[in-house]
């Protein structure tokens, strides 16, 4: 089961709070640990790291399309903690070819030494919703060419139920593995018994192949042995601790709304029995990777959905957590992780659903508040999400529930704070607060305004630079419009000189991740000169632009991840900020992934 991908480097980090090092100097914000794709459901999914970047691939279609099989593409997404996503786009599309013709479904991506490229196996679905296995390569993990191979491997018809000519020929979801020998692919498939046409029974079906192009049947590793052998085992997941073997899949029964992670474990795959099936997760799907230390939890990550009430589409997701085994590892024991870290004193039933997510007020047809990502706070919203079973999409609180938030305490090392934050109505019962960390002496407060949507105001907390500070969120309005609203807070140089505007300004990187170059752009509400530096995480100023001269108010320069001496520079963060006439105007992230 080793060398599925080259060695991960990267610690697992979901549970750890978000800060930031650099010019950000502390940042919170309320993201919680999902792969949200806006106005698209995302499906089966592959989850890799590599040189300390998270890549999902996963194939996707428009929320509001009911067929899932519509023309589906397979996208791709980078993260460095499994909560802030950067949606890359389609790496592969549907057709034109015969056997993916109708829709790319179940992407599992592994790095092969052997050809020291990428690779990625995928369901192609065919004329009749026919499944075979198709294959694509990359040597960068963005661009993806398909294999002249395809299909790589199909069933015989006359041992597994499936066929060309046959409706809905089930040969899908691949998990590939290396055992030290060969490759290893495992599919969603059947069994056909009792001569032709027969009857089907589901099994996991294995392949096998030295080089990912050529494979060869291997049977079933597991025949469906439950109640009912003719519902497909979907989605297979197979891994082995403390030497335990686990298989996780979906059972699909299409009796059911929500079908749940199903789990069976043994001292050998011979023994997987249905009769010994335990349910492990509401969700489905699922995807389990171990990243980080030998010891260490592992990833658990699973698809995850709820109904849009405003016409019952469905928006799916990734969420992801953590497993750990027990009993010796035969256990698997789902953790969930605390989203408020960051936030460990919560009083009151408005912090009970906190984080809110996504833009839930928009869901009931409310105005919309327009959260940095999909996570945030609001003591009126009743919404955590899916499979957290905090409230349900697009309800509220009671117009009563009142609450606290306290943070951790940090060291305030800038000026201003921006704080992207509203209330329902102006006044003291609902605000910010600073204190003092050992004290807890209010030394500050912060009331937003009663506005919508969401917007940075910039707090001017230079007194208190150098002191061990808290931040309370507190709402102590019981009206119906008493409600506060909270995303991202972080430390700023100050507001900007160069024109009258409130919050530093928006700067865009475009492509962002990147890998050979991006371009910073800004529009300024002024022509003025500027310079854009960039920073390691360490805080250390590795590359500066050359003075620049805004034309009618927009500034734009070339990055092409070197320092000042013209290295390259390794896969990282790097924030960066636009400086004018002294004073900071615009600041933000740039991801480099090589």
């Not at 009083?347 to 997510?357: E, H, I, K, L, R």
Request: net charge negative; aromatic share 12%.
């Amino acid at each position: 089961m080793s060398n599925r991908w080259r060695t991960a480097s990267w610690l697992f980090l979901l549970l750890l709070p978000m800060t930031t090092i650099g010019l950000a100097q502390v940042e919170f914000d309320f993201e919680t640990p999902y792969l949200v794709h806006p106005g698209r459901q995302v499906w089966d999914f592959c989850l890799i790291e590599d040189q300390g970047f998270y890549h999902a691939f996963y194939h996707s279609f428009p929320q509001q399309t009911l067929n899932p099989a519509a023309a589906d593409t397979i996208w791709h997404a980078v993260s460095a903690d499994l909560r802030h996503w950067n949606i890359q786009g389609p790496v592969l599309t549907a057709g034109p070819d015969w056997w993916d013709a109708e829709a790319m479904w179940a992407p599992d991506v592994v790095y092969d030494t052997q050809s020291s490229r990428w690779a990625m196996l995928y369901t192609g679905v065919g004329a009749k919703m026919v499944q075979r296995a198709c294959l694509a390569w990359s040597d960068d993990l963005e661009s993806w060419t398909k294999s002249a191979a395809n299909p790589v491997f199909e069933p015989d018809s006359l041992v597994y139920s499936w066929s060309p000519s046959q409706a809905w020929s089930s040969f899908r979801d691949p998990f590939l593995y290396h055992d030290g020998a060969q490759w290893n692919m495992l599919s969603t498939a059947a069994l056909r018994l009792g001569g032709y046409p027969g009857y089907r029974r589901a099994i996991i079906h294995r392949a096998v192949s030295t080089d990912l192009v050529n494979w060869q049947d291997a049977g079933a590793l597991y025949t469906h042995d439950g109640p009912v052998p003719t519902y497909d085992l979907e989605s297979p997941q197979y891994v082995v601790r403390a030497g335990w073997h686990h298989l996780f899949f979906t059972e699909q029964d299409p009796n059911i709304t929500h079908v749940p992670v199903s789990h069976m474990v043994a001292a050998d795959p011979s023994g997987w029995t249905m009769a010994q099936r335990d349910i492990v997760d509401a969700g489905w799907a699922p995807e389990v990777e171990h990243f980080g230390s030998p010891g260490g939890p592992d990833v658990f990550a699973r698809l995850a959905k709820d109904q849009d009430p405003r016409d019952d589409s469905w928006f799916i997701t990734v969420k992801f957590d953590s497993v750990r085994f027990d009993d010796g590892g035969m256990t698997p024991v789902v953790s969930v992780a605390d989203y408020l870290a960051d936030w460990p004193t919560r009083t009151g039933v408005a912090t009970v659903t906190v984080p809110t997510f996504a833009d839930n007020p928009v869901l009931r047809g409310d105005f919309a508040q327009q959260p940095e990502g999909h996570g945030w706070f609001s003591s009126r919203e009743n919404y955590g999400g899916p499979l957290t079973r905090i409230g349900s999409p697009g309800t509220t609180q009671a117009v009563d529930a009142v609450g606290s938030l306290l943070s951790r305490p940090f060291v305030l090392n800038r000026s201003y704070l921006g704080v992207m934050t509203i209330c329902g109505r102006t006044g003291a019962a609902t605000h910010i607060s600073l204190e003092d960390a050992d004290t807890a002496i209010e030394l500050d407060r912060l009331v937003p305004y009663a506005s919508h949507p969401l917007q940075e105001r910039m707090w001017n907390v230079e007194p208190f630079l150098g002191r061990s500070v808290r931040l309370r969120i507190v709402d102590e309005d019981t009206t119906a419009s008493g409600w506060i609203a909270v995303d991202r807070i972080r430390e700023m140089d100050g507001p900007s000189a160069v024109g009258p505007v409130v919050a530093p300004l928006r700067a865009r990187a475009a492509p962002n991740p990147f890998n050979g170059g991006t371009v910073i752009r800004l529009d300024l509400p002024v022509d003025t000169e500027a310079q854009v530096e960039i920073f390691d995480l360490q805080g250390r100023r590795v590359w500066r632009s050359p003075p620049l001269r805004s034309s009618a108010g927009r500034l734009a320069t070339t990055w092409n991840a070197v320092d000042a001496q013209g290295r390259r520079l390794p896969s990282a963060i790097y924030p960066f900020r636009v400086m004018a006439d002294g004073r900071l105007v615009a600041a933000g992230r740039l991801v480099l992934v090589k």
